[in-house]
């Protein structure tokens, strides 16, 4: 069984940055790809970014792109998303997810085997 926990949530300021991690731990850790949703108040969990394991290809939601970045340390089973430019408007919970194999789409939900329980940033103006 897969775990993850995911780190670095907090408040900050509009324009301040951030970085989440994600640690995975399990028996044997070999994902396809691992990504990032997030889920604000009342709306549907969305996706954020995504990277494959191996190549370490990413793929981000067109709206995030050149903000946030995800990275990978593959000796530490960690997944980064370093987050600049926070607007209000990226307040929400943040999830990790872990695939094991490469079914449907990097972006979409039911790719993911494997969720963390979640971090909170708030971002004030």
């Known amino acids: 069984q897969v775990q993850l926990v995911e780190s670095g949530g907090g408040l900050v300021q509009a324009g301040d940055s951030l970085r989440l991690s994600c640690a995975a731990s399990?028996?044997?850790?070999?994902?396809?790809?691992m990504g990032w949703f997030r889920q604000a108040p009342g709306k549907e969990r969305d996706f954020v970014a995504a990277?494959?394991?191996?190549?370490?290809?990413?793929v981000y939601a067109d709206s995030l792109k050149g903000r946030f970045t995800i990275t990978r340390d593959g000796a530490k089973n960690t997944v980064y998303l370093q987050m600049t430019s926070l607007r209000p408007e990226d307040t929400a919970i943040y999830y990790c997810?872990?695939?094991?194999?490469?079914?449907?789409?990097?972006?979409?939900?039911?790719?993911?085997?494997?969720w963390g329980q979640g971090t909170q940033v708030t971002v004030s103006s």
């Open positions: 399990g028996r044997t850790f070999s994902p396809y790809s």
């Open positions: 997810a872990a695939a094991r194999t490469n079914k449907n789409y990097a972006a979409s939900k039911s790719r993911y085997d494997y």
């Open positions: 990277i494959y394991w191996s190549g370490g290809n990413t």
